[in-house]
C-alpha cells in the first residue's frame, strides 16, 4: 500500500532528473558537432553514421536516416519505382502522410476501410480495392498500438507481388507475437518508414527519420541511398537518378545518438501513466478504453479514448487545460480521403464506415515525457466531472 502512494511521487521525482541529465547529453553532443564542424557537407557524416548502425542493430537489417518520416515514405515509394498511373492502397484513417506521399511520386492513393480493433487497414477491403495499377500497399501502426492485420497483409501483397510499405512512425518499440517470436514493428513489410519528429515518443530536436529494408528489400538499399543524397552515385562524378537532398542531418543524428540510452525508460513511464489512466476511469458510461491486445506489445504514444460524446469532452477538457502540452486533441476528425487534395482521386461512391466511426468518436488524452501525477489526477478528475454533469447541460 505504502509503494503504491510513493511511487507517483518518486516516479515524477525521478522522471524529472532523468529529463535534466538526457538534456544535459544533448547538449554536450550538439556541441560537440558544432566544435568538429563534422556537420559541412553532404556524406560522411559520422554520427549519421553511428545511428544508422543502431538502428541497423535493433531491427537486423540494413537502416538508412532520412530528413523525415514523410521523406522516407517518398523515398520508399520512388525505390520500388511506383510513380505515374499507379495505385497504392492506403488507410482512409490516419496522418495526411502516408497518402499525400503517393501523390507526390505522382501515383493515386486508393482508400481502404480499417478495423477498429486496431485502427489499421482491413486486409478483406484492401484484396476488394488490388487491381492491375496497384504497386504498394502501406500499413499504418497508429496510436503505438501494432497493426494485427500486417501478416495477411503481407500475405495478400506476396500473392500479388507488389510490396508492402510499413509506416512505424507512431510505433517505434512496439512489437507482435509472430510463431511465438515477438518480432518488432518495423520488421513486418518490405521497407518499413520510421519517424523522429518533435511529437513522438523518442524524437530529434526538429525532424528526423529513418527507413528499414527487410530481408527481402534490401536490394532496393543502394536505389534509396543513392536518391537520398541528390542521386550521386559518386558526388560530383555520377548522377545516375534524379534525387533529393534529404538526408538525416548530422546535428540530430547527434541529439538522437545522445537519447538512445533513454529511449526504455521513457516508454516505461508512458506506460505507468497509462496504467494509471486506465485504472482511474475504467466504468465511466460511454467512455471505451484503450489498452493492449493479447499477442502485442504496443508503446503508449497516444492513450485513445472512444466516446460519442467526444467533441463535448475535447471542449470540456480543453478549457481546463493550463497549456498546450497538456491539452486533448482529436485523432483524426477527418478522412483522409476527404481531404481536397484527393478530390480528384476519390471515388463518390466509396464510404469508409469503420474509418467515419473512429473519426467522430476518438480523443487523444494528454500524455507526454512532461506528465506528472498530478497532471494526470486533474485530467481524469476533469473527465469524471464531465460524466458527472446532468445530461441536459450537454
Known amino acids: 500500500?505504502?509503494?503504491?502512494?510513493?511511487?507517483?511521487?518518486?516516479?515524477?521525482?525521478?522522471?524529472?532528473?532523468?529529463?535534466?541529465?538526457?538534456?544535459?547529453?544533448?547538449?554536450?553532443?550538439?556541441?560537440?558537432?558544432?566544435?568538429?564542424?563534422?556537420?559541412?557537407?553532404?556524406?560522411?557524416?559520422?554520427?549519421?553514421?553511428?545511428?544508422?548502425?543502431?538502428?541497423?542493430?535493433?531491427?537486423?537489417?540494413?537502416?538508412?536516416?532520412?530528413?523525415?518520416?514523410?521523406?522516407?515514405?517518398?523515398?520508399?515509394?520512388?525505390?520500388?519505382?511506383?510513380?505515374?498511373?499507379?495505385?497504392?492502397?492506403?488507410?482512409?484513417?490516419?496522418?495526411?502522410?502516408?497518402?499525400?506521399?503517393?501523390?507526390w511520386v505522382g501515383a493515386k492513393p486508393v482508400f481502404a476501410d480499417v478495423r477498429e480493433e486496431d485502427f489499421a487497414l482491413d486486409p478483406h477491403e484492401v484484396e476488394r480495392k488490388i487491381t492491375s495499377k496497384t504497386k504498394a500497399i502501406m500499413v499504418a501502426h497508429l496510436f503505438g498500438q501494432p497493426a494485427e492485420s500486417v501478416l495477411e497483409l503481407g500475405r495478400i501483397a506476396k500473392n500479388n507481388k507488389i510490396p508492402l510499405i510499413e509506416n512505424g512512425a507512431q510505433a517505434m518499440g512496439a512489437e507482435i507475437k509472430i510463431n511465438n517470436t515477438w518480432r518488432p514493428v518495423g520488421t513486418l513489410g518490405d521497407i518499413a518508414c520510421l519517424s523522429f519528429g518533435p511529437s513522438k515518443t523518442f524524437s530529434a530536436l526538429g525532424s528526423g527519420g529513418a527507413m528499414i529494408f527487410n530481408t527481402q528489400a534490401q536490394h532496393f538499399f543502394e536505389a534509396a541511398r543513392t536518391m537520398r543524397t541528390l542521386g550521386a552515385r559518386v558526388l560530383n562524378y555520377d548522377y545516375p537518378t534524379a534525387g533529393v537532398n534529404n538526408k538525416l542531418q548530422e546535428l540530430q543524428a547527434a541529439a538522437l545518438l545522445a537519447k538512445w540510452p533513454f529511449v526504455d525508460y521513457w516508454l516505461a513511464y508512458r506506460r505507468i501513466i497509462a496504467e494509471?489512466?486506465?485504472?482511474?476511469?475504467?466504468?465511466?458510461?460511454?467512455?471505451?478504453?484503450?489498452?493492449?491486445?493479447?499477442?502485442?506489445?504496443?508503446?503508449?504514444?497516444?492513450?485513445?479514448?472512444?466516446?460519442?460524446?467526444?467533441?463535448?469532452?475535447?471542449?470540456?477538457?480543453?478549457?481546463?487545460?493550463?497549456?498546450?502540452?497538456?491539452?486533448?486533441?482529436?485523432?483524426?476528425?477527418?478522412?483522409?480521403?476527404?481531404?481536397?487534395?484527393?478530390?480528384?482521386?476519390?471515388?463518390?461512391?466509396?464510404?469508409?464506415?469503420?474509418?467515419?466511426?473512429?473519426?467522430?468518436?476518438?480523443?487523444?488524452?494528454?500524455?507526454?515525457?512532461?506528465?506528472?501525477?498530478?497532471?494526470?489526477?486533474?485530467?481524469?478528475?476533469?473527465?469524471?466531472?464531465?460524466?458527472?454533469?446532468?445530461?441536459?447541460?450537454?
Not at 59 to 68: D, H, K, Q, R, V
Not at 74 to 87: H, P, Q, S, T, Y
Not at 294 to 304: D, E, H, N, S
Request: charged share 25%; proline share 4%.
Open 276 to 394: 494509471y489512466y486506465t485504472a482511474h476511469l475504467s466504468g465511466i458510461k460511454d467512455l471505451i478504453l484503450s489498452g493492449e491486445r493479447r499477442g502485442v506489445r504496443r508503446i503508449w504514444y497516444r492513450y485513445i479514448v472512444k466516446t460519442k460524446q467526444r467533441d463535448l469532452l475535447f471542449d470540456y477538457l480543453l478549457q481546463r487545460s493550463r497549456d498546450a502540452r497538456f491539452a486533448p486533441q482529436k485523432l483524426y476528425p477527418v478522412l483522409l480521403p476527404h481531404f481536397s487534395i484527393f478530390r480528384n482521386v476519390i471515388n463518390q461512391r466509396d464510404n469508409f464506415p469503420v474509418a467515419s466511426h473512429l473519426a467522430s468518436e476518438t480523443l487523444a488524452l494528454p500524455l507526454s515525457h512532461d506528465l506528472s501525477y498530478a497532471d494526470c489526477r486533474s485530467i481524469v478528475e476533469n473527465i469524471k466531472n464531465f460524466y458527472r454533469q446532468a445530461p441536459r447541460s450537454r
Open 1 to 103: 500500500m505504502i509503494s503504491r502512494i510513493l511511487l507517483p511521487i518518486f516516479s515524477h521525482l525521478f522522471t524529472k532528473l532523468i529529463s535534466r541529465f538526457e538534456d544535459a547529453e544533448m547538449k554536450k553532443a550538439l556541441c560537440r558537432v558544432i566544435d568538429e564542424r563534422s556537420y559541412y557537407g553532404l556524406i560522411h557524416h559520422s554520427r549519421v553514421e553511428k545511428f544508422e548502425k543502431e538502428l541497423s542493430k535493433k531491427f537486423e537489417a540494413p537502416a538508412l536516416g532520412t530528413n523525415s518520416g514523410t521523406d522516407a515514405l517518398i523515398l520508399a515509394l520512388k525505390a520500388f519505382g511506383v510513380g505515374n498511373g499507379d495505385e497504392v492502397i492506403v488507410p482512409a484513417f490516419g496522418f495526411i502522410s502516408i497518402a499525400s506521399s503517393v501523390l
